[in-house]
């Protein structure tokens, strides 16, 4: 299992603190902290000159191999089958948009498609406006608020000959549940739908194989694993060559380049490659990168699960405090270790201020799972705080967050 004590020493963010407490990052779901790998990557980049792509000269070559690197760095990551199947760009959001345009193209009216009640809304307004636009029914995959699980057994009866399209999340940003992503892959596929995945969440938790999902698109965002805020997406070759892309005249007609619109900012693609090689060093130093990625990846989970069972067995000795999401301790494969959390008769916000005061960050509101807080019904009452472990967090915060909890439940 994984020291966070010797990795922590790598974030330099992780050594702030407010009026006098250390200041505790629990607000990983909203964005994570990055390495002095990262930063120095991004720097020095920066620092030996920046050139933009296809030039006669040193600079312009460097930029040529870092964008380069970056992408061999996510293909590892993801496994995908070569690199020009990923794609950058500003963010997963403004990726999702750009892609919904274009696959939308080959839509008519009458066609449908199925979005989930537990996506973030980047994983939703996209589809929803280009459904709009084509005239397509828009059908909608449920969850149990119960446990906050997808009701992926009614699946099925939401697909017809007439689906174009099932997006869905890889894990809930909102509640951590995890999604059986290869299970809906088979069903869309057998009826000729395309499978969209927002893994936005789940990447900083777990490994991810788009080979073995056999999704047919998956976004993610790199500031949510240690690196800088650029998007990326993972799409199958065909697709991405077949599809018609919105971009300017001079632009490649090839993936990926068809795909990366305007100036991308190479400074965080130097990042990216960082921030992937930081987690393979978690994975050890035999075996080529995406076997120590898949190993380090695995550290993380087995770390993060014990967190988490820490947190829900405590959690549960607070009065008023209520868990929403899996919160069975056999169940922690099927969740991140990501905390929807509302105190009885204290609203979210006033919860999180509290928290705020005591350098212990987290989120409260929607965190754009507008969806989720509709379902769960608490939308109108400012929604739920989240609390988002990840692996640089210790046994030592959490058992603070939950003194700092039953305080503010007892005030």
């Known amino acids: 299992m994984i020291d966070p004590h010797a990795l922590r020493e790598q974030f330099p963010a992780l050594q702030r603190s407010v009026d006098g407490h250390p200041a505790i990052f629990l607000d990983g779901p909203g964005g994570t902290q990055s390495p002095q790998s990262v930063i120095d990557a991004m720097t020095s980049y920066l620092k030996h000159g920046s050139s933009n792509l296809g ?9 040529n191999q870092a964008t ?48 989930t009640r537990i996506d973030h809304d ?5 589809w929803l406006r280009t459904a709009e636009d084509r005239g397509v029914t828009v059908r909608w995959l449920d969850f149990r608020p119960e446990d906050c699980t997808l009701a ?9 000959t007439k689906t174009r399209l099932v997006a869905v999340n890889y894990a809930s940003n909102a509640v951590g549940t995890i999604t059986d992503v290869r299970r809906v892959a088979e069903m869309a596929h057998s009826v000729g739908a395309l499978v969209y995945v927002d893994a936005v969440h789940f990447a900083p938790h777990a490994a991810v194989d788009v080979q073995a999902l056999d999704c047919d698109f998956l976004a993610c965002s790199v500031y949510k694993f240690f690196g800088p ?11 991405l060559d077949k599809l018609t892309a919105y971009k300017v005249r001079p632009a490649s007609d090839e993936p990926p380049g068809k795909w ?8 965080s693609l130097s990042g990216i490659t960082a921030a992937v090689e930081y987690l393979a060093a978690i994975g050890g130093e035999e075996g080529n990168r995406r076997s120590r990625l898949v190993k380090g990846m695995a550290a993380i989970k087995e770390y993060e699960a014990t967190l988490s069972e820490r947190f829900l067995r405590a959690a549960a000795t607070i009065p008023g405090l209520k868990v929403y999401g899996i919160t069975d301790i056999e169940a922690l494969d099927q969740r991140t270790p990501t905390f929807a959390i509302r105190l009885e008769g204290i609203s979210p916000e006033e919860t999180a201020s509290r928290l705020g005061e005591r350098g212990i960050f987290v989120w409260d509101g929607h965190y754009y799972a507008v969806a989720v807080m509709e379902r769960l019904g608490v939308l109108e009452s400012g929604g739920l705080v989240r609390i988002g472990f990840t692996h640089y967090n210790t046994f030592e915060e959490l058992d603070r967050l939950i003194e700092t909890l039953r305080e503010i439940a007892t005030i």
């Open 152 to 160: 992926l057994d009614t699946l099925p009866r939401l697909l017809t």
């Open 55 to 63: 030039g006669h000269f040193l600079t312009s070559r460097e930029t």
């Open 68 to 115: 380069a690197d970056a992408r061999s760095a996510m293909m590892d990551l993801l496994n995908a089958r070569r690199p020009e199947e990923i794609v950058f760009g500003q963010n997963m959001t403004s990726l999702t948009f750009s892609i919904s345009r274009a696959i939308a193209r080959e839509w008519q009216p009458g066609d449908e498609i199925v979005v």
């Open 260 to 267: 990366e619109t305007g100036t991308q900012s190479f400074e």
């Open 122 to 126: 980047a994983n939703i307004s996209p």
């Open 229 to 239: 805020h650029t998007g990326v997406l993972y799409g199958k070759y065909e697709l």
